[in-house]
Nanobody
Framework: QVALVESGGGLVQAGGSLRLSCAASGSTSRIYVQGWYRQAPGKQRELVAQ???????NYADSVKGRFTISKDNAKNTVYLQMNSLKPEDTAVYYC???????????WGQGTQVTVSS
């Protein structure tokens, strides 16, 4: 089992920045992928960015060049640095980790990000 605690959401003006954090506890040695998803009102949850245990990252096309995912293995924490925020980035952002042996899929409670125009 893995528990996730997110922080860092809030209200920001367009063009501003926010950094989200997600601290994991429990069976963290079994994590092989960490990521961030988001869900806007009336829309499906979508992948924003993810990073593997090897440090390989990938991003949704809509955030490439603006968002950066990183991790601190010593703190079992994954971050999402969000720059040049746009109103269309407004959503609830969810941290996600996937584990192996056994396979698992864990979600944080979600944190609201609101970008005003």
């Amino acid at each position: 089992q893995v528990a996730l605690v997110e922080s860092g959401g809030g209200l920001v003006q367009a063009g501003g920045s926010l950094r989200l954090s997600c601290a994991a506890s429990g069976s963290t040695s079994r994590i092989y992928v960490q990521g961030w998803y988001r869900q806007a009102p009336g829309k499906q949850r979508e992948l924003v960015a993810q990073i593997t245990i090897a440090g390989v990252s990938n991003y949704a096309d809509s955030v490439k060049g603006r968002f950066t995912i990183s991790k601190d293995n010593a703190k079992n924490t994954v971050y999402l640095q969000m720059n040049s925020l746009k109103p269309e980035d407004t959503a609830v952002y969810y941290c996600n980790v996937k584990t192996t042996r056994p396979l698992g899929d864990y979600w944080g409670q979600g944190t609201q990000v609101t970008v005003s125009s």
